[in-house]
């Protein structure tokens, strides 16, 4: 089991920018690929980037260009850089490794109009 910590939500206006962060408690940190979702209550989950061990990274359209996902091994944890933000980034947003079953629990992000 893996213990995740996001930080780094809030309430921005449109076009503003947040650094989201995941903290995680493990010893095998750097071998892990990290993700991150977002939830809209009574929506679907969605993924919105994810880092391998080897620091490959993958978005979502929805996000690509908009978006940075970095790790920092030597302090285990995980980043989601969001920029330009738009009202339907609002959500609540998780770090996961989903293979294991280890889920943060979660941080608000509000974008405003």
């Known amino acids: 089991q893996v213990q995740l910590v996001e930080s780094g939500g809030g309430l921005v206006q449109a076009g503003g920018s947040l650094r989201l962060s995941c903290a995680a408690s493990?010893?095998?940190?750097?071998?892990?690929?990290i993700y991150w979702y977002r939830q809209v209550p009574g929506k679907q989950r969605e993924l919105v980037a994810y880092?391998?061990?080897?620091?490959?990274?993958t978005y979502a359209d929805s996000v690509k260009g908009r978006s940075t996902i970095s790790r920092d091994n030597a302090k285990n944890t995980v980043y989601l850089q969001m920029n330009s933000l738009k009202p339907e980034d609002t959500a609540v947003y998780y770090c996961?490794?989903?293979?294991?079953?280890?889920w943060g629990q979660g941080t608000q992000v509000t974008v405003s109009s």
């Open positions: 493990t010893r095998i940190f750097s071998i892990l690929a």
């Open positions: 996961a490794i989903p293979s294991r079953g280890s």
């Open positions: 880092i391998s061990s080897g620091g490959t990274t």
